[in-house]
């Protein structure tokens, strides 16, 4: 299984940018997808998450400026993030707890896409 991310890249402050995370390979089927960010110097922390009935959560930071969304039929999930702020910059990492054809849950992880938002 393998996550591909794209979208990232260098913004000004108050724009948007569009994050995108494509699950491929042996998956039966998709629990939870998410964004998570990691400064430098920081922990990685939860930016959003939903699951496959359609739930989200987002940390504080980000609601109302940031609204994840999925693509069941393409095992894809977004994040569109509007009205950018410079404490958003970070790496941006997608995860999925994919469920195999065994049945097993295993979280995975994408690359990473960096988000730079300048003042």
């Known amino acids: 299984v393998q996550l591909l991310a794209s979208g990232g890249g260098l913004v000004q402050a108050g724009g948007s940018l569009r994050l995108s995370c494509a699950a491929s390979g042996s998956i039966f089927s998709i629990n939870h997808m998410g964004w998570y960010r990691q400064a430098p110097g920081k922990q990685r922390e939860l930016v959003a998450d939903q699951t496959s009935g359609g739930s989200t959560n987002y940390a504080d930071s980000v609601k109302g400026r940031f609204t994840i969304s999925r693509d069941n039929t393409k095992n894809t999930v977004y994040l569109q993030m509007n009205s950018l702020k410079p404490e958003d910059t970070a790496v941006y990492y997608c995860?999925?707890?994919?469920?195999?054809?065994?049945?097993?849950?295993?979280?995975?992880w994408g690359q990473g896409t960096q988000v730079t938002v300048s003042s």
């Open positions: 995860e999925a707890q994919i469920i195999t054809y065994s049945r097993y849950r295993v979280d995975y």
